[in-house]
């Protein structure tokens, strides 16, 4: 379903299954070996657009920033981040990848994004990459208000959602697969970051190395 706004809904029938997916196991849908996989994407450092992301923010934030990594998958990201001197801290709900970002000593604070009253740090940064799409916009409301609380007093969150400028190169493209019930534009991310009153501090749609059309944002 499209808006005007250039926003994307899935709707369909497949709510319940994926939620079994997600809680049990998504990583052996999305990754059959992590551990090649992670090794093969940090050697290909030219062609990773998790290094290129790792690049944008370390001009945005300073080294030693405590960061929160939501829905880290099996840590690429909060790996390089470490490497490169920011304090990480990772939540992940897949078993698998759990038991991988502990192997790569990698701190997880919650095995649940929607549960994080246990949490009690403050963050500089909280990041969510290619994570609040696979909710609706309901829950992706409280979750942002949720992480906010999470904030230190100047704090900011990154997110990165799919851009529907995709559609521009047709339908079948994995920004609009079935697990993503929102597919933004930055019209509509825009419209919904404002409403909710975050201050928006960069906003941009990118092409990534790695082929895919998506939007960043920095907003506190």
């Not at 390089?80 to 502990?102: A, Q, T």
């Not at 409280?142 to 230190?152: D, M, N, P, Q, V």
């Not at 993503?180 to 990118?206: A, D, G, R």
């Amino acid at each position: 379903y499209a808006c005007e706004c250039g926003h994307y809904y899935n709707i369909h029938k497949y709510s319940k299954f994926l939620e079994k997916v997600y809680k049990k196991n998504y990583s052996n849908y999305s990754h059959k070996n992590i551990e090649k996989k992670f090794e093969k994407i940090r050697k290909n450092k030219k062609n990773s657009s998790n290094l290129k992301k790792v690049n944008f923010l370390e001009k945005k934030i300073k080294k030693n920033s405590q960061v929160l990594d939501v829905g880290s998958g099996f840590g690429i990201f909060p790996f390089e981040m470490v490497k490169c001197g920011f304090k990480m801290d990772c939540i992940e709900s897949d078993r698998n990848m759990i038991n991988f970002l502990k192997s790569k000593f990698l701190n997880l604070v919650s095995n649940d994004i929607k549960k994080i009253k246990k949490i009690k740090k403050k963050y500089d940064l909280i990041t969510f990459n290619k994570v609040l799409e696979h909710f609706n916009l309901s829950e992706i409301k409280k979750i942002l208000r949720l992480y906010k609380s999470l904030l230190k007093k100047d704090g900011k969150i990154y997110i990165e959602v799919p851009d529907s400028a995709a559609c521009k190169d047709g339908y079948n493209r994995q920004e609009f697969f079935l697990e993503h019930y929102n597919i933004f534009s930055l019209k509509s991310l825009s419209i919904l970051l404002k409403k909710m009153k975050f201050k928006v501090v960069y906003l941009n749609s990118i092409y990534e190395i790695n082929k895919k059309y998506t939007i960043r944002a920095i907003i506190k």
